[in-house]
């Protein structure tokens, strides 16, 4: 397995990135993602997820900001942030099972 994170970049506060995963080596359409972050010196979470029905969720401070979308075709997961702010700044990691992607910085400036 695979997943290979990308889209990550330097904006500033108000400023909207994509980030995108691209999976290979599993069946993808069956299989739920997520995105976490990490910021420095705290823990990685959780940032959104989404079935392979399509149903999402997100932790409480993106709701509304960002959304979390599948295209089972292409076998990618994108993460439209919208909104940003300096408090988003962080490593991004693609995550499928027990899988993680070697992660997209995203750096909010204010």
């Known amino acids: 397995v695979q997943l290979q994170a990308s889209g990550g970049g330097l904006v500033q506060a108000g400023g909207s990135l994509r980030l995108s995963c691209a999976a290979s080596g599993i069946n993808f359409s069956i299989n739920d993602f997520g995105w976490y972050r990490q910021a420095p010196g705290k823990q990685r979470e959780l940032v959104a997820a989404i079935s392979s029905g399509g149903g999402t969720n997100y932790a409480d401070p993106v709701k509304g900001r960002f959304t979390i979308s599948r295209d089972n075709a292409r076998r990618r997961v994108y993460l439209q942030m919208n909104s940003l702010k300096p408090g988003d700044t962080a490593a991004y990691y693609c995550?499928?099972?027990?899988?993680w992607g070697q992660g997209t910085l995203v750096t909010v400036s204010s």
């Open positions: 995550n499928v099972g027990r899988m």
